[in-house]
């Protein structure tokens, strides 16, 4: 079973539309993380929830809302997608509070890979 | 600003031979984690070592925390090493979020 599974794995879109992407984890554990990856290999993490709140908000443009309905899912929605907006996106899930990951690791999904043309 | 900085950038290796990746931060850290990207993307938690030595197998980790710095060791490399390896670290003077390095892409050769 994946623990960490992310949908869709590719997305091609045109500049202006408004995406989502799905993240579920069956860890049983109460954070979750978006991280994008730009064309360089360089990780930067964009959201981070515990137990549903948001904990961690990096500065981001506000076409990206991350929604947490439950510990388990976390949902990325990003408006009016522009080109700078390609990149692969890899959800993340941790446990405990994710400011002192207490000598807990994080598991990464598999990522989903954005094109916006 | 807090930088974590990867040494060297890019490794080729021939299989079978030694290498070791570097980690330098600059602060001190709660939790320092290590990853490998394999080449289709996936990212995989290799150690866990805020402190100390720890063994994987054919690869090994050790941070000095003091002196800000780790180290991946793989030995005997193989095919299948290849990718990226990332460190990553949580500096409280970073607002405590765990914070990348910028990788170190190595290529194992047959």
């Known amino acids: 079973d994946t623990a960490v599974s992310q949908t869709p794995k590719y997305l091609v879109t045109q500049m202006g539309n408004d995406k989502s992407i799905k993240c579920e984890q069956n860890?049983?554990?109460?954070?979750m993380y978006w991280y994008k990856q730009d064309s360089k290999k360089f990780l930067k993490i964009m959201f981070s929830?515990?137990?549903?709140?948001?904990?961690i908000n990096e500065t981001v443009p506000n076409r990206f809302s991350p929604k947490s309905p439950d510990k388990a899912h976390l949902n990325l929605h990003i408006n009016s997608l522009e080109l700078g907006d390609s990149a692969v996106y890899f959800c993340?899930?941790?446990?405990?509070?994710?400011?002192?990951?207490?000598?807990?690791?994080?598991?990464f999904g598999e990522g989903s890979w954005l094109t916006v043309v | 600003g807090i930088q974590v900085e990867q040494s060297p950038p890019d490794l080729i290796l021939q299989e079978g031979a030694n290498s070791t990746l570097r980690c330098n931060f600059s602060?001190?850290?709660?939790?320092l984690q290590w990853f490998h990207q394999n080449p289709w993307g996936q990212l995989i938690n290799l150690f866990y070592?805020?402190?100390g030595t720890k063994q994987n197998g054919r690869l090994s980790a050790t941070t000095v925390a003091t002196e800000r710095y780790s180290l991946l060791y793989i030995s005997s490399s193989q095919t299948t090493d290849s990718g990226v390896y990332f460190c990553?670290?949580?500096?409280?003077?970073?607002?405590?979020?765990?914070?990348f390095g910028g990788g170190t892409r190595v290529l194992v050769k047959p």
């Open positions: 070592i805020p402190s």
């Open positions: 993340a899930s941790s446990q405990g509070d994710p400011r002192t990951l207490s000598g807990n690791t994080i598991y």
């Open positions: 929830y515990n137990n549903k709140e948001l904990i």
């Open positions: 860890l049983g554990h109460d954070t």
């Open positions: 602060d001190s850290v709660n939790n």
């Open positions: 990553a670290v949580l500096i409280k003077a970073a607002g405590n979020k765990l914070t």
